[in-house]
């Protein structure tokens, strides 16, 4: 197949002008080149295609693939993530990953818990704000934990997230209403441990790849996964493979992550973040439809390589799942 590559350069951005935060969720050229020479050995033909607005160039110059290896990002919107599939379901191009829906729902952390509650999967009560009035109205119980409705990769997110009283509350959600410009997400704080869960495969040929345990070092941004402990995750964090067999946590996180992906209807991967209650029961706080696919950095490939599956496969298996709809 000719396949095309979609993505987001963060050194394009930062070339551009913009600040280390704004292009956080980005790739780096690593990401790219790994993808480009794994789907080559992979016996496929590659070109490089960019953003979405490169993609609109392309498109119009008459440029076409037998699929499109989605991972760009977007800049702009509540919707930013949905823009290229969107753009590609209108040229009737395959593409990899979830489809403009689910990629727009998803971004939006308070619609995508209302879709997951409905469901019955648990997530902690949470409110949303538009304005300061809004919080006039929050009758969750201390502690809360306040974050950008519709960010990735922790930004927004810091110490002072946790928030244990309505000063501290008016306080963050000001400076995040003033500094993102979209809604905050004021939730229920969650004491327990943090999971991530990697899922392959689209519908009930989804299933899940393993999970790892996020754990804090010294040093860390305490008792948040924070916009600066991810981006300082070498140091700052410490990740562990979960093990569903012989820990009854691990287990429900990794069947509420593939009851997630499926009644979402996410497609191909995706990559879920649960924090469990001190109760000790995992619940939903997010789920990333389009992971990043760093071979050494990101979340999906790590995982998936503690599973014993290397970038190849994973590469692989993800192409498999979209070329199913391209036939």
């Known amino acids: 197949m000719l396949i095309g590559l979609t993505y987001d350069l963060r050194a394009d951005y930062l070339a551009a002008g913009y600040t280390e935060e704004q292009t956080a969720e980005f790739d780096r050229a690593e990401t790219v080149e790994a993808l480009e020479s794994t789907l080559a050995e992979l016996g496929h033909r590659t070109e490089r295609i960019g953003s979405g607005r490169q993609l609109v ?6 440029r076409r693939w037998d699929l499109v290896f989605n991972f760009a990002e977007g800049l702009h919107g509540l919707a930013r993530e949905a823009q290229v599939p969107a753009i590609l379901d209108l040229y009737e191009i395959p593409y990899t990953f979830s489809d403009p829906l689910v990629l727009a729902l998803t971004l939006h952390k308070a619609l995508t818990k209302v879709v997951v509650r409905a ?31 519709a960010e990735g990769t922790g930004k927004g997110v ?34 327990g441990r943090e999971f991530t869960v990697g899922v392959l ?14 754990f804090l070092l010294p040093g860390a941004e305490a008792e948040v996964y924070s916009y600066v402990n991810k981006e300082r995750s070498e140091e700052l964090c410490r990740y562990q493979m979960g093990r569903p067999e012989q820990d009854d946590e691990v ?52 995982i998936c390589g503690l599973k ?15 070329a199913r709809r391209a036939i």
Do not use: W
């Open 201 to 214: 495969g689209t519908g009930a040929d989804a299933r899940v790849v393993g999970s790892m345990e996020v």
């Open 308 to 322: 014993g599956i290397g970038y190849r496969e994973l590469v692989e298996r993800i192409v498999s799942s979209a």
């Open 251 to 302: 287990r429900r996180a990794e069947e509420l992550a593939l009851a997630v992906h499926r009644r979402l209807g996410c497609r191909d991967a995706s990559r879920t973040d649960f924090r469990s209650d001190g109760q000790g029961r995992p619940q939903f706080i997010e789920i990333n439809p389009l992971a990043g696919l760093h071979p050494e950095h990101s979340d999906l490939p790590i």
């Open 57 to 62: 160039d392309r498109l119009a110059a008459g």
């Open 158 to 191: 810091t110490a002072a997230s946790k928030i244990v009283d309505r000063d501290s509350l008016t306080r963050v959600c000001g400076e995040l209403l003033a500094r993102y410009r979209q809604d905050v997400l004021v939730e229920t704080f969650l004491p």
């Open 119 to 149: 469901a019955g999967i648990p997530t902690p009560e949470f409110a949303l704000v538009h304005g300061l009035d809004d919080l006039q109205g929050i009758e969750l119980p201390m502690p809360l934990f306040a974050k950008p409705v």
